[in-house]
């Protein structure tokens, strides 16, 4: 019989279930967040880079930013890294030993040149703004990375950046003008959506955003309400009144991926794999990069023994969010159900050094930990976690029962 470890390559270069693509975990594990202004596919090659010094291009994206900070009264707290050939410009945090340090990665010459193509002054302060929007929006945060309603948020400080710098609002628009009228790449709107929240961002900068708040219910508002919901129902212990919660957010979110994937996980509970799998599924193609999602998917795989399946969606998980106990626990999970037990105690290890939520989750994980000792005869070490496990949660039988199936 195969081992989860022997597929897994199999499983990372192929399209997921619900079809879903898995995530290329090639990138550095210390980079938390990372936004490309252009997307990979972009069809323009600029000129080789000239005589321009690494230090000249610094200088030259930091007077831009100061401008940009001055403008929403900041300090330029910036780190900046000029590549040649980089052929993009992006905001990028690093995790460091005491948190998180933001950088801007550019490449002046491919920034310059592409300006000319666009014939707008406008663009390379434009796409500055937009990444510097991530970075102060605090979309670096939390460890999801590009998506939609992030990059619609940094079009929306771009057009604001560029009202205030007495940019005229076709031109704030006219930096998307690269981008195919209807296709993009899943974590980025496509062009008309893009031009309406850099006007969003213009007209609130110019004043005019007043009418239009008037005449519309606000939009986080709405966010807001449904979230609270949401909230509500991941407390609620009887399931029917969870959906009741849940069909309450989708009332005013209907395309609200983490309460449908909620659904699921109540779906799940009451064994219904079906539309477990459709409320998880539907979820995940919504919004593909988020963690959460792709870990309550691989619950329900796990659920029906799809071992593999499982395994490949709690990979992408951790890797769009890598300070993550629970998904980092299902792995733990997957390895023992496999008899990987050395993968197993060192799943648990690092869940338990990711500060679990809750006395019993951090119970439940000691708990499993022990199992794994057990089977590899540790058992003076085993006992340890039991006893620790037991101060958590006395009335945990999960030990009980572990050792009734053993005899």
């Known amino acids: 019989m195969k081992t989860l470890f022997s597929i ?22 210390r980079i938390s967040f990372a936004c490309n202004f252009f997307d990979q596919n972009t069809e323009y090659n600029p000129p080789q880079a000239k005589n321009i010094s690494d230090a000249d291009s610094e200088k030259w994206m930091k007077e831009m930013i100061d401008k940009i900070t001055s403008i929403v009264g900041l300090r330029n707290r910036f780190r900046l890294t000029a590549i040649k050939n980089f052929n993009n410009c992006a905001a990028i945090c690093y995790d460091n030993n005491i948190g998180q340090e933001r950088f801007i990665q550019f490449d002046r010459d491919f920034l310059e040149a ?14 500055l703004a937009h990444e510097l929007g991530h970075h102060l929006n605090g979309h670096s945060l939390d460890g999801i990375g590009s998506r939609p309603d992030k990059e619609l948020e940094a079009d929306e400080f771009a057009g604001f950046i560029m009202q ?22 899943p974590t980025h709107p496509v062009r008309w959506k893009r031009y309406a929240a850099v006007t969003k961002g213009w007209d609130r900068a110019a004043g005019n955003s007043v009418w239009v708040e ?20 991941r407390k609620e212990n009887l399931e029917i009144k969870k959906l009741v919660l849940l069909e309450n957010a989708l009332k005013i979110i209907p395309e609200y991926a983490e309460a449908i994937s909620e659904k699921g996980l109540v779906y799940l509970k009451l064994n219904q794999f079906a539309d477990a799998n459709e409320y998880c599924e539907k979820a995940l193609r919504l919004e593909p990069y988020i963690g959460l999602l792709r870990l309550n998917l691989a619950k ?15 990979q992408d998980a ?18 023992f159900d496999n008899k990987e037990y050395a993968q197993t105690i060192s799943d648990c290890n690092l869940a338990l ?20 000792l057990t089977e590899l005869n540790q058992k003076e070490d085993a006992t340890e976690c039991f006893k620790e496990a037991k101060k958590l949660n006395p009335l945990s039988i999960r030990v009980f029962d572990y050792f009734r199936s053993k005899n």
Not at 218 to 229: G, I, L, M, T
Not at 318 to 335: D, N, T
Not at 361 to 368: P, R
């Open 353 to 372: 050094a990711m500060n679990p939520a809750t006395a019993f989750f951090k119970a439940e994980i000691l708990e499993t930990k022990g199992f794994a």
């Open 114 to 127: 592409y300006q000319q193509k666009t014939q707008d002054k406008w663009f390379v302060i434009g796409v």
């Open 164 to 185: 205030k710098l007495g940019a005229p609002l076709n031109d704030a628009k006219h930096i998307f003008s690269f981008l195919n009228e209807t296709d993009g790449p």
């Open 300 to 314: 329900v795989y796990h659920a029906q023994k799809k071992y593999d399946t499982a395994l490949a969606f709690v």
């Open 318 to 335: 951790i890797y769009l969010k890598p300070v993550f106990p629970e998904a980092y626990y299902l792995r733990a999970s997957l390895f």
């Open 214 to 233: 008037l005449a519309l219910e606000n939009d986080a508002d709405k966010k807001e309400r449904a979230y609270q919901f949401l909230i509500a129902a």
């Open 8 to 29: 897994l390559v199999f499983l990372f270069t192929t399209v997921g279930y619900a079809q879903v693509k898995h995530i290329n975990a090639s990138e550095s594990s």
